[in-house]
């Protein structure tokens, strides 16, 4: 593919957004530039009405899910040089971690498609999460920098304890409502695994749509021993237990206790308008894998 077909835009301040504009170079196929995530939907837009055929990212999940909001429902497909902490959605595609390896991929991999979310029209790849979750993040980044990771994640855990506010979760399962009081519920794309070490990971051979999981009520005591339930036993666990359900579903509507919201999308937490509508978008994004990958074309 010629190199003006393929253009190729680096996060510098990602964790490894050096090395990841170094493999890119060295590549010799790209035209690699640096990118700021909030412009990056601008510079995208530019080089597909350019005729780019693939962009390539290097970053963080951030800046990968702006990418691929600016890349949904496009020919131009979408290639990953994993450049932060976690890297979700490049692990569950079965992208390389080593820069080089993501590199190589990015020139000489196929093309399938996958699966994207919405929620209020905003595009996630991974997890979104509403209530108890979103208070622990806010709470443990304000406290980070004085006690550091550890310490401000058990401070945090503990200032739950007066803070669980339920709101309404309404689902459609074959046709019939349902409808929880719970304060906090998980949404990820794709069946998710929960069982440690494995959490957050696409779970193997898991089913396709919108995986919601529901803690039943908003005590304290009853998160936790869902959490735990989740970690150590995984997803049969929550299934057949009565603290939690879990679905996949092709949609769901939560509303919140106020007009506007905090929400967690691909780790960010965001303000949005209550009532909150999550929906899948089925092989929406046109994404670079492995050649033998089983998803390509």
Known sequence: MPSHQIRAFVNLASGSGEAARDALEGVGVFEVAPCDPEQ?????EQAVSEGAERIVVAGGDGTVAKAAAALVGKETALAVVPGGTLNHFAKDHGIPKDPVKA??????GVTTTTDVATVNGRVFLNTSSVGAYVVFVRARERLERRFGY?????????RLLGRMRPFTVELELDGEPRQYRSALVFVGVGERELQLPSVGGLAENGRRGLHVIVVRGGTWARLVAAGLVAAFRGNDAIRRGRLADSYVVDACRIELRRRHGRVAVDGEIVEMSSPLSYRIERDALRLVVSPGDPRDE
Do not use: C, H, Y
């Open 103 to 108: 590199a190589e991929l990015s020139a000489n």
């Open 40 to 44: 990056l939907d601008r510079q995208i």
């Open 150 to 158: 550890r310490l401000a994640t058990v401070i945090a855990a503990l």
